[in-house]
């Protein structure tokens, strides 16, 4: 592995916002977050400023309508946007938060031209995909770099070259890297499939999609290919060649055991010079690495493993819950720990199974959602947990059914539940604030975004923090009904965490068991990899805890 050297004395030849744009061919799912995200990081560490932004083809306004199954997770930002879940990578390789200006959808672009056809912006002109829908599209990518607040903006185009709905970014990205000349590149992320039965790499898809690419007036600087093997030095120049591209400019991006040793990898590859180099920038130096070379240490040399379910309603899609599973093995790796995430279907689990479902687990999670669907098996998971006193951590609407499950089973409220789930319920212990209630549209009833959140003194969660004060993001509709607070308090659930402003209940925890909390909040959209969460911190402490106190009684019992 190549050493890394801060450098602190760099002579830049310009301070231009540069942009960099990211494409890619042949296949969906390739990575081009994991390698905008990698270049961010690197970038950053070499003492830049630097974003990254997303646009994507499809025509909602924004994720946070569409079903996880169809997108995965929707991640918020901190001004409250419902954002791709790639902003969720960039944010947590580069540290810095991203907003509403880092991610934009067909959607949203169409119906801002559309917005100015009505006001009569156009002076009655025919309106068009070009210029348009373009211009728009350019005016969104160079928002950012108006600003000043940046030396390089990263702007990952979605979907494949090809795709009838990525044509217009396509052709703006055409017409940017025009009009910005030596302050914009273009790197093309494609695939190099391996033939088992030739025991060949085929670079014919690559080239294919560098045509595509051409055909539409782009040129790429730089190719990245992923692939499962490697790529030899000779097939590398081949690519080059065909693609009119520079041979030093044609990288591999090989399978790793883990996304945060990609930026490693393209270091090794001069991935970051390169781009210094053709944005005409100083790329002497080395990035200053050492804390993500430490984080990356700690996560190889981790040899004890604990084993944490997490029960929610789409287990079975891989980026459902991506900000939980990153969140607890950054806390995980802090604590030099693995962590085994074994994804329990709510909808599965009952009291009658519920034993055998979570027999095992050191910790539990009780995942974020909307509806019904699933909502009586987290109960159940619940009931057990408390009853057991095993570490368990509910987000959300995680922490909701701790409220109902705890009305219903301590509090003997039978009837007790989140009007959300039952609008007639006489138990309301979870329901919409009265100013909410006579909001008709979607999502104008969401609580989106940061919120303050003051902590009680003592409690495990000021503890975790290690501050009384603390910001986190929100999405959800429904609060915990504070008409029914005293009673919680009396039984030995504690509203440890409340909105100062809206005196809104934030955070619950039982301070008679080991760690049982429970937060309005979603704590994982805050964890990075430089930043760890701190909740989740704490929740993987008495998960380790709660571990080795279970070896020792088996040691004891042999």
């Not at 570490?391 to 701790?402: H, Y």
């Not at 704590?523 to 990075?528: H, L």
Request: include cysteine.
């Amino acid at each position: 592995m190549r050493k890394f050297v801060h450098t602190t004395d760099v002579n830049f030849i310009n301070v231009e916002t540069k942009y960099i744009f990211v494409t890619g061919g042949v296949a969906s799912s390739l990575g081009k977050g994991i390698i905008s995200s990698s270049l961010a990081c690197l970038l950053k560490a070499r003492g830049m400023r630097v974003t990254i932004q997303k646009f994507d083809p499809y025509l909602n306004i924004d994720p946070g309508t569409l079903n996880p199954y169809e997108h995965g997770e929707c991640y918020v930002t901190e001004d409250g946007h419902e954002a791709d879940l790639d902003l969720g990578h960039y944010e947590r390789f580069t540290n810095v938060h991203t907003s509403k200006a880092n991610n934009v959808t067909t959607g949203r672009i169409y119906q801002s031209v559309i917005d100015k056809e009505r006001r009569g912006d156009y002076l009655g002109k025919t309106v068009q995909i070009v210029p348009h829908i373009t211009d728009e599209i350019k005016r969104n990518v160079k928002y950012l770099g108006n600003t000043g607040n940046y030396d390089y903006i990263i702007t990952e185009i979605g979907g494949t070259v090809g795709d009838i709905e990525s044509l217009p970014f396509l052709e703006a990205v055409r017409q940017l890297r025009w009009e910005l000349g030596h302050c914009s590149i273009c790197i093309h992320l494609t695939y190099v499939p391996y033939i088992a039965a030739a025991k060949e790499l085929k670079t014919k898809p690559t080239q294919h999609s560098v045509k595509a690419l051409q055909e539409v007036g782009i040129q790429p600087d730089i190719l990245i290919l992923r692939t499962e093997h490697d790529i030899s030095t000779e097939m590398r120049r081949k690519i080059a060649l065909f693609c009119n591209v520079e041979p030093d400019c044609v990288i591999q991006s090989k399978d790793v055991n883990s996304i945060y040793k990609v930026p490693l990898m393209m270091h090794a590859q001069h991935l970051d010079q390169i781009v210094l180099r053709k944005t005409n920038m100083n790329a002497e130096g080395e990035p200053h690495m050492e804390p993500w070379l430490k984080f990356i240490e700690k996560m190889d040399n981790a040899a004890e493993t604990v084993t944490i379910g997490l029960v929610g309603k789409y287990v079975e899609l891989q980026d459902a819950y991506k900000s939980i599973d990153e969140a607890l093995f950054h806390a995980a790796t802090y604590a030099d720990h693995k962590v085994n995430i074994v994804y329990i279907h709510s909808e599965k689990i009952d009291q009658s199974n519920v034993a055998e479902k979570l027999a095992g687990m050191d910790g539990v999670i009780i995942a974020p959602g909307f509806g019904q669907r699933g909502i009586e098996g987290k109960f159940a998971a619940l009931k057990w947990c408390r009853e057991n006193d095993i570490p368990t951590f509910g987000i959300c609407l995680g922490m909701q059914c701790m409220v109902i499950e705890f009305a219903r089973n301590v509090l003997g409220l039978k009837e007790a539940n989140s009007t959300e789930m039952n609008p007639h319920t006489k138990e309301n212990v979870i329901d919409l604030m009265e100013e909410q209630k006579n909001i008709s549209n979607l999502g104008g009833t969401m609580r989106l975004g940061a919120y303050d959140c003051h902590l009680r003194a003592g409690s495990k969660a000021a503890e975790a923090y290690g501050s009384q004060d603390i910001r986190e993001r929100h999405r959800h509709r429904y609060e915990f009904n504070n008409d029914y607070r005293s009673r919680f308090e009396q039984a030995g659930m504690l509203c440890v965490g409340e909105n100062p402003k809206a005196h809104l209940v934030e955070i619950v925890e039982m301070p008679s068991k080991r760690w049982f909390i429970g937060t309005q909040y979603h704590p994982e959209y805050s964890s990075t990899v430089l930043s760890p969460s701190p909740i989740f911190g704490s929740f993987i402490k008495a998960v380790i805890d709660f571990h080795e106190e279970k070896v020792k009684q088996e040691k004891l019992s042999k």
